[in-house]
């Protein structure tokens, strides 16, 4: 079992930063896969981004050159570096573990291990 929680949210202005944490513990490993979602009022659940155990990188077009995620397997913690952020970024962010794969999914349903999510909002 992996324990996974979020930190960092908060309210932003637009073109404002922000850094989001995933700290997990329990049966941490840094072979796991790792990603971000996120989900807006209504709206499915998003992968934004993720990173493979070896720390290949991987966005969604809508994030790809303002967002970057990172590991630090020692802490074993991974981080969300969100710049430039819009409106439209607002959402409940969550990260997400899966073992056995290199690749991140983008498929919600391939992950094993949740957050509880961390709320983003930006004004306009």
């Known amino acids: 079992q992996v324990q996974l929680v979020e930190s960092g949210g908060g309210l932003v202005q637009a073109g404002g930063s922000l850094r989001l944490s995933c700290e997990a513990s329990?049966?941490?490993?840094?072979?796991?896969?790792m990603g971000w979602f996120r989900q807006a009022p209504g709206q499915d659940r998003e992968f934004i981004a993720g990173?493979?155990?070896?720390?290949?990188?991987y966005y969604a077009d809508s994030v790809k050159g303002r967002f970057t995620i990172s590991r630090d397997d020692a802490k074993t913690t991974m981080y969300l570096s969100m710049n430039s952020l819009k409106p439209e970024d607002t959402a409940v962010y969550y990260c997400?573990?899966?073992?056995?794969?290199?690749?991140?999914?983008?498929?919600?349903?391939?992950?094993?291990?949740w957050g509880q999510g961390t709320q983003v909002t930006v004004s306009s």
């Open positions: 990173i493979s155990p070896n720390g290949g990188q």
């Open positions: 329990g049966h941490t490993s840094s072979r796991y896969a």
């Open positions: 997400a573990a899966e073992s056995g794969v290199v690749i991140p999914p983008k498929s919600p349903s391939r992950y094993d291990y």
